[in-house]
């Protein structure tokens, strides 16, 4: 409780100290003055000629991003990735596996629907040879 009234004193002491600061206006002597701005003046150098501008070098996107521009910008390429992944999803899942994941034709009422996977699509190609 003590250091608390004894910061305010401080602070009472130096608030009265900095307005009587302010009240107190004194001119600086003229010869001060003087020597200032000699002296800044010999420190300030000579207006330099203006540079010669540089010209703007256009920066040339890379090759990812020229390849990206080529296929159409950044949707084209994520449509692109997104079609990649369903192919690759649709490619490597088994009928029954993608059946199972749909649930389009699976029924439980249906026994025609479970014996699906058991129709041949590609009846057409029984033709071609079976070897390598």
Known sequence: MADKDRITAMDQELDALFA???RQSLPLDEALT?????????LQSAP???ARPV????????RLAQFF????????????????????????????????????F??????????????????AFDALPAGG
């Open 106 to 123: 699976e029924s439980a009422s249906s026994s025609e629907a479970s014996d699906l996977y058991l129709v041949d699509a590609f009846s």
């Open 34 to 42: 003087d020597r200032i701005l000699a002296d800044a003046l010999a």
């Open 20 to 22: 009587t600061a302010r």
């Open 69 to 104: 521009a080529l296929l159409g910008g950044w949707p084209a390429v994520a449509g692109l990735a997104t079609a990649t992944v369903a192919g690759l999803w649709i490619g490597t899942t088994s009928p029954d596996m993608l059946y199972a994941q749909t649930g389009l």
């Open 55 to 62: 010209p703007a070098q256009a920066v040339r996107p890379g």
């Open 48 to 50: 330099a000629a203006p």
